[in-house]
C-alpha cells in the first residue's frame, strides 16, 4: 500500500485559494456580462410589448366593426409581467454575481497582500 504524504503549508494553501480565485474571477465576470445583456433585452422586449398593447388598444377603439382584442392584449398583458418577473429575477442574481465578483477581487488583494508580506510572492514585473 502506498501512501502520498500531502504537506499543507500556509503558502501552499494560499497558492491553491489564489489559483481558484483567478480561475473564477473571469467566470464570474463573463456570467455578469452574460446576465446584464439579458436584462437589457428584457427591457426592450417589454418596452416592445407596452408599445403593441397600446397600438392595438388604439386599433380597437379606432375600428368601426367591433372586434374583440381584448383577449390579445390580455394576453400581452400577461406576457409582460412574465418578462417583468424575469427580469427581477435576472437583476438579483447579477446583484448576487456583482457581490461574488466583488468578494473575489478583494480575497485575491487580501491574499496576495499577505504572500506579498510574507515574502512567499514576488510579483512579475510587467513589461
Known amino acids: 500500500m502506498s501512501a502520498l504524504a500531502v504537506v499543507e503549508t500556509p503558502s501552499g494553501t494560499d497558492a491553491v485559494a489564489e489559483g481558484l480565485l483567478d480561475l473564477l474571477k473571469p467566470a464570474v465576470q463573463q456570467l455578469d456580462l452574460h446576465v446584464h445583456a439579458v436584462r437589457e ?3 426592450e422586449l417589454r418596452e416592445h410589448i ?6 392595438l388598444c388604439r386599433i380597437n377603439e379606432d375600428q368601426k366593426v367591433a372586434l374583440d382584442l ?6 400581452l398583458l400577461s ?5 417583468v418577473l424575469v427580469n427581477n429575477i435576472l437583476q438579483n442574481a447579477q446583484e448576487r ?5 466583488h468578494n473575489v477581487a478583494k480575497e485575491t488583494a487580501r491574499r496576495k497582500t499577505m504572500l506579498e508580506t510574507a515574502g512567499v510572492f514576488t510579483p512579475i514585473p510587467s513589461k
Do not use: G, I, M, T
Open 41 to 43: 433585452s428584457q427591457v
Open 50 to 55: 407596452d408599445n403593441l398593447a397600446s397600438e
Open 70 to 75: 381584448d383577449p390579445y392584449v390580455k394576453k
Open 79 to 83: 406576457a409582460r409581467r412574465r418578462v
Open 97 to 101: 454575481l456583482r457581490r461574488l465578483n
